[in-house]
């Protein structure tokens, strides 16, 4: 019953803005650091930002600092991502996924996060 769905993905214009949702139930997100990884056609799997528990410390790779934001409403047990000035190398899916840890999270690896939700697909295309 534990649950991780991604939404808000979709085709965007080069420039765009998309803002993605990751809605847990089952479990409370404000225990959980909260990751957000993309995979491309052909590439590995890739963290790119994250929010912790506790002080809610967030961290962003180079790629998408200044474009991206991590942030929770913990009314609606809700992550979201709001992304900003699209690129096509943005295109991939992108998934969520939570985890209990101890520290921050900008050191976490994919085996660091117990529950992950179906991805959605971000197309950043003229």
């Known amino acids: 019953q534990v649950q991780l769905v991604e939404s808000g993905g979709g085709l965007v214009q080069p420039g765009g803005s998309l803002r993605l949702s990751c809605a847990a139930s089952?479990?409370?997100?404000?225990?959980?650091?909260i990751g957000w990884f993309r995979q491309a056609p052909g590439k590995e799997r890739e963290g790119f930002s994250c929010i912790s528990s506790g002080d809610g410390s967030t961290y962003y790779a180079d790629s998408v600092k200044g474009r991206f934001t991590i942030s929770r409403d913990n009314a609606k047990n809700t992550v979201y991502l709001q992304m900003n000035s699209l690129k096509p190398e943005d295109t991939a899916v992108y998934y969520c996924?939570?985890?209990?840890?101890?520290?921050?999270?900008?050191?976490?690896?994919?085996?660091?996060?117990?529950?992950w939700g179906q991805g959605t697909q971000v197309t950043v295309s003229s």
């Open positions: 996924g939570a985890g209990i840890m101890h520290n921050y999270c900008s050191g976490a690896g994919l085996y660091e996060y117990d529950y």
């Open positions: 089952g479990f409370t997100l404000d225990r959980y650091a």
